[in-house]
């Protein structure tokens, strides 16, 4: 089955504990990303990954980080959490990045940060 | 002013109705026009698709797009109970709304 998985799915922690969500794809894409998604915000890209090894920031990167150094697997990486980063976060794949393909969106992972 | 517009709701309506979900946008380059559907605790899946103008049908649900007015319509005839959820309009792959959640109630 075509899919995106990420665990954990719901995470607590505490401020300042790294901690690593985990993302992969078995559809052979090429493009990856994350977003994070809050009420009345909607979903806000985090990173990118046009290919392995090639990364990028979206529109709210502060905080996190990534790597790409295998096509099927993108973790996303918080260093030092602090509660603004609690939210719902998902990663999500697609063929390419041209404007016209579906993304495939993983179950999302819900954190909370004390 | 943001690049996509989606009036959040929440949106209820009686189990038969026609509902209608609407986008708004300001980047006329916009060629590509998707609508995804979010169920409660669960990622965005793809509902409809559509390029350019016009309209596209897909059994009760039908996807408008007018490049002229930047707007964007999803609507559903003969509303289920199952249809409650979050829809979200997305433009050219990454541009996404804010998402209208939206109840039918049996």
């Known amino acids: 089955e075509a899919q995106v998985t990420q665990n954990p799915r719901y995470l607590i922690t505490v401020t300042g504990k790294k901690l690593t969500v985990t993302c992969s794809q078995n559809m052979n894409h090429e493009y990856m990303s994350w977003y994070r998604q809050d009420p009345g915000l909607g979903l806000r890209q985090i990173y990118y990954s046009m290919n392995v090894e090639v990364t990028d920031k979206g529109d709210v990167p502060e905080g996190y980080k990534v790597s790409r150094k295998e096509k099927r697997n993108f973790p996303l990486i918080l260093e030092s959490p602090s509660p603004n980063q609690t939210s719902l976060y998902f990663c999500a794949s697609s063929l390419s990045a041209g404007g016209v393909y579906e993304q495939y969106f993983g179950p999302g992972t819900r954190l909370t940060v004390t | 002013q943001k690049e996509v517009e989606q009036d959040p709701g929440p949106l209820s309506v009686p189990e038969g109705a026609i509902v209608s979900l609407n986008c708004t946008y300001s980047?006329?380059?916009?060629?590509?026009f998707m609508w995804y559907r979010q169920y409660s605790r669960k990622g965005p899946e793809l509902l409809m698709y559509t390029y350019s103008s016009g309209n596209k049908e897909d059994g009760r649900f039908t996807a408008q797009v007018d490049k002229s007015s930047k707007y964007i319509s999803l609507f559903i005839r003969d509303s289920q109970p199952s249809d409650s959820a979050t829809y979200l309009c997305?433009?050219?792959?990454?541009?996404f709304g804010t998402g209208t959640s939206l109840t039918v109630i049996p």
């Open positions: 997305a433009m050219n792959q990454f541009y």
């Open positions: 980047n006329s380059a916009f060629q590509y």
